[in-house]
């Protein structure tokens, strides 16, 4: 079902965008259009790098209190996602990459995404520490398993 809606998702949207185009175009004339697409390029540039660099000092804050920084991976993601949106002229897309910016819509992504993840901690990370290895950690592999190349 999936294969079947993306291609047709790549079909539509261009024909889609093109008759809000003109729609707008016949509504505030050529040059206001071309004016507001090309705005909305610029601000998606300058909302990916303002909210951007936020989202990266919370992933560096995670990081160090030694948390799994899955919301905030996710909220790059979508920061991203929203800036590239943004910079694709046209207004549907300018419309989606702006919902995607604002903090309760990526939150209540979170929420729906994390309904259907587990998500499992390996442990033997703790903030500012790198993990155990010596003869203690042992990993038991069969023979299938590994194989040596000395090719190299």
């Known amino acids: 079902m999936l294969r079947l809606l993306i291609p047709l998702f790549v079909l539509v949207l ?6 809000g ?3 707008v175009g016949r509504r505030i004339g ?5 004016s507001l697409i090309v705005l ?19 992933l560096r804050q995670t990081g160090q209190t030694g948390r799994a920084p899955g919301k905030e991976l996710l909220d790059a993601a979508m920061i991203l996602i929203a800036g590239i949106l943004l910079i694709i002229p046209g207004f549907l897309t300018d419309i989606l990459g702006l919902t995607l910016f604002l903090p309760p ?3 209540f992504l979170w929420n729906r ?5 587990v998500v499992v901690d ?3 990370m703790d903030a500012g520490r790198r993990p155990q290895t010596g003869p203690q950690r042992t990993i038991d592999l069969d023979e299938d ?3 040596r190349d000395d090719r190299a």
């Open 30 to 34: 050529l040059f206001p259009t071309l």
């Open 113 to 117: 995404l994390m309904r259907n993840m």
């Open 40 to 58: 909305s390029g610029v601000a998606g540039v300058l909302l990916v790098r303002i909210q951007g660099f936020g989202v990266l000092a919370r």
């Open 105 to 107: 819509v990526r939150s």
């Open 21 to 23: 185009f003109i729609l």
């Open 145 to 147: 398993d590994f194989r």
């Open 122 to 124: 390996i442990g033997g």
């Open 14 to 19: 261009p024909l889609a965008e093109i008759a």
